[in-house]
């Protein structure tokens, strides 16, 4: 099993950040010598397959890709591209996997502006929202978790890192008091990550996510009020 997979459960079994993801190692850096040149580059040729894939995966959906057109897109031969990815499978399983390890760093950049933990659960769908217009591995990741029963690979599970990282983060907000009493953080995260879900398949299938800035606005700001505890009431009627 890989590091990404073990990682992957179910939300009740995951208590702490610290264990929520395990960022895979630099490949090809070794301590005594520095970089390999030419690791370096396998590196790179590998990211940029990765990419042309996902856009293609993105745009046309899995079945309708080939090694092929991933090849043609890069610029390569279709050996070249077996070089690093064994097969179609193979291609498919590293997107999914890419999009899912990038999320601690794009957790850390969000904590970096120092937000309450209920503005970081926003900034964190907000940041999401972007991708999901901007990104073709998050575009890709998306389209293929939907069409995993066709692809012949175990893939990740679906939504579980991510609800569990919204539950963690709805926990803490829950600690500061930022929580109405009445709001239980774990179902508030499963709300949250099915609305945002919900719309942004709606979005994808009707407008070709034209309108998914607009209609995520819309959720956030129905779900996110709902949630918060009130300011202390004054001591009297003003
Ligand atoms: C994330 C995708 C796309 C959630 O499975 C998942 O958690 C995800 C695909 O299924 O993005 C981002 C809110």
């Given at each position: 099993m890989s590091q990404r997979q073990s990682t992957?459960?179910?939300?009740?079994?995951?208590?702490?950040?610290?264990?929520?993801?395990?960022?895979?190692?630099a490949r090809?850096?070794?301590?005594?010598?520095?970089?390999?040149?030419?690791?370096?580059?396998?590196?790179?040729?590998?990211?940029?397959?990765?990419?042309?894939?996902?856009?293609?995966?993105?745009?046309?959906?899995?079945?309708?890709?080939?090694?092929?057109?991933?090849?043609?897109?890069?610029?390569?031969?279709?050996?070249?591209?077996?070089?690093?990815?064994?097969?179609?499978?193979?291609?498919a399983v590293a997107v999914v996997e890419a999009l899912y390890s990038s999320w601690p760093r794009a957790l850390e950049e969000v904590r970096a502006k120092g937000l309450s933990p209920l503005d970081t659960v926003i900034e964190m769908f907000n940041t999401a929202t972007a991708a999901f217009l901007e990104d073709p591995i998050m575009q890709a990741g998306t389209r293929l978790q939907n069409e995993r029963g066709v692809i012949e690979a175990e893939l990740p599970l679906p939504y579980v890192d991510w609800t569990n990282l919204i539950s963690m983060l709805l926990r803490e907000a829950r600690e500061q008091g930022?929580?109405?009493?009445?709001?239980?953080?774990?179902?508030?995260?499963?709300?949250a990550v099915a609305a945002f879900f919900g719309a942004q398949h709606i979005s994808n299938n009707l407008h070709e996510r034209s309108d998914f800035a607009e209609r995520w606005r819309e959720v956030r700001d129905l779900l996110f009020p709902a949630m918060r505890a009130r300011p202390q009431a004054a001591s009297g009627p003003s």
């Open positions: 992957n459960r179910a939300p009740e079994q995951v208590p702490d950040q610290a264990s929520l993801w395990t960022v895979p190692k090809g850096i070794s301590a005594v010598t520095g970089p390999d040149p030419r690791q370096e580059r396998a590196v790179r040729t590998r990211a940029e397959i990765l990419r042309c894939a996902a856009q293609l995966f993105a745009e046309r959906g899995y079945q309708q890709t080939g090694i092929k057109d991933v090849a043609d897109r890069v610029g390569m031969t279709k050996g070249a591209v077996y070089f690093h990815f064994p097969n179609k499978q193979a291609l930022q929580l109405a009493d009445r709001v239980d953080p774990d179902v508030a995260a499963r709300v």
